[in-house]
């Protein structure tokens, strides 16, 4: 399985990005796709996950109602929409995918995902 996230840049606070994540390597059908970023000095942190099976979708408290996370099967592609981007949302952010049958609960712990994408660099100016 791979995945290659792509579509990160510098954007002035209050601005848009959407990030991509292709992935390869597997039939995701039933697989859980997160993204998550990690700041300079801090610990990779949640952002988002999706269910590639009925699209179901859980956010972390600090993007809720600012990103959206989609995906679009034929292209085995998912999109993190971010909007209203604060400077605080700065970091380098990684999609992931975890194979496993999915959990009752949303998939937020890194350990929970197998495979990661190398990740993109999200800077917002103030």
């Known amino acids: 399985v791979q995945l290659q996230a792509f579509g990160g840049g510098l954007v002035q606070a209050g601005g848009s990005l959407t990030l991509s994540c292709a992935a390869s390597?597997?039939?995701?059908?039933?697989?859980?796709m997160g993204w998550f970023r990690q700041a300079p000095g801090k610990e990779r942190e949640f952002v988002a996950t999706i269910r590639w099976s009925g699209g179901s979708t859980y956010y972390a408290d600090s993007v809720k109602g600012r990103f959206t996370i989609s995906r679009d099967n034929a292209k085995n592609t998912v999109y993190l929409q971010m909007n209203s981007l604060k400077p605080e949302d700065t970091a380098v952010y990684y999609c992931a995918a975890d194979g496993r049958p999915p959990l009752l609960r949303p998939s937020i712990a890194t350990t929970r995902y197998d495979y990661w994408g190398q990740g993109t660099e999200v800077t917002v100016s103030s």
């Open positions: 390597g597997s039939t995701f059908s039933n697989w859980v």
